[in-house]
């Protein structure tokens, strides 16, 4: 289901002409949720924290 949506806000990004999509996720625990964001084609950009949350923002390119 979440690779469902991730292909279609990239449709959506497409169809209006932008180049780019961004997510921010939880990168704690085992790391399987940054993982999964790689395995649909985004990339790292930088980790952060809020309090003690760790979080990564990623991105992924659109093409065509």
Known sequence: MGRALLD???EQARERGLGL???DCYA???GRLVAFYESCGFTRLAPFTVGEWPGMLLERRITG
């Open 8 to 10: 279609w806000a990239a």
């Open 21 to 23: 999509l961004r997510v």
């Open 28 to 30: 704690g625990d085992d």
